[in-house]
């Protein structure tokens, strides 16, 4: 008797958390190793908000950002050692993370208009991603891919998310310790407390908190919560 060949279907991983928590090194790191496509959803959020900043839209208006949301073309490259994100064909990965851009995407993001349009382009994406994808944000697991195979909720206290924080921005923008802390606050709040699709944890989630764990050791839990998975399909 003939057998069919074993085909893996593709497996997608969702990691969601609020800022600092390691979501985006490790989804890159676990992505690289196990031959995953990746994608950040924040960043599709922050570059909307970049082009709103740059067409003049008052990102306090949520109507005149609901009006603009469908005018920039949003394009994620999901391979993990290099993503990419443009709007409108213009590299944007330097821009999009300026502070001015940190401190409105939290009000751009809160907008439904926004958040339908940009959940369509995260959906496609993963639906297009052969061998599987690593999809991370902030309402991954809860709304955007409730189906997904394994989903990961990373935490770690505010105390060590700033001092991560405040010590990539060493050099380049303000490195006080207590500012960084409150900003990130400031933004867990107004993510965690808006109507449409808040940052939260899904019922399923496997909570993870890296306060005392080294990135390495995170990848290396992650690793194996996505190796048990494939597992047992
Ligand atoms: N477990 C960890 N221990 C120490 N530093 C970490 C850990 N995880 C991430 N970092 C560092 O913290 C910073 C923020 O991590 P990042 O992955 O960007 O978090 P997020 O995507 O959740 O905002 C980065 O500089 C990263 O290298
Ligand atoms: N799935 C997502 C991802 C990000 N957002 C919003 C809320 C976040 O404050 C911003 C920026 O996200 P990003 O992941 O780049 O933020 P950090 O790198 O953690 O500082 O985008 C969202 O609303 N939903």
């Known amino acids: 008797m003939e057998t069919a060949p074993r085909t893996v279907p593709a497996i997608i991983v969702a990691i969601d958390g609020p800022s600092g928590t390691g979501k985006s090194s490790t989804s890159k790191a676990v992505a690289t190793a196990l031959g995953l496509r990746y994608l950040d959803t924040g960043a599709q959020y922050r570059a909307i908000t970049w082009w709103m900043v740059e067409n003049g839209i008052d990102t306090a208006d949520a109507e005149a950002v609901a009006d ?42 809160a907008v439904p ?30 709304t955007v891919l409730p189906d997904a195979d394994l989903k990961v909720f990373l935490t770690a ?14 050099g380049k923008e303000a490195t006080d310790l207590a500012a960084t802390r409150e900003a990130l606050l400031r933004r867990d709040a107004a993510d965690s407390g808006r109507k449409t699709s808040p940052l939260a944890k899904a019922d399923d989630a ?13 990848i290396e839990c992650v690793v194996t919560l996505v190796e048990e998975k494939r597992a047992l399909r």
């Not at 005018?71 to 944007?92: M, Q």
């Not at 208009?113 to 809860?142: C, K, P, Y």
């Not at 206290?157 to 060493?170: D, F, H, V």
């Open 68 to 109: 603009a949301a469908a005018k920039p073309e949003i394009v994620s490259g999901t391979d993990p050692l290099a993503p990419t994100i443009t709007v409108d064909g213009i590299d944007v990965s330097g821009p999009i993370r300026t502070q001015e851009v940190t401190s409105k995407v939290s009000a751009v993001s």
């Open 113 to 142: 208009r926004v958040r339908t349009l940009i959940t369509e382009l995260q959906r496609s994406i993963a639906a297009g991603a052969e061998g599987g994808i690593l999809v991370e944000g902030r309402d991954i697991g809860t």
């Open 157 to 170: 206290s505010p105390e060590a998310r700033a001092a991560r924080r405040s010590g990539e921005l060493k």
């Open 206 to 218: 496997v909570e993870v908190d890296t306060s005392d764990l080294t990135l390495q050791q995170v």
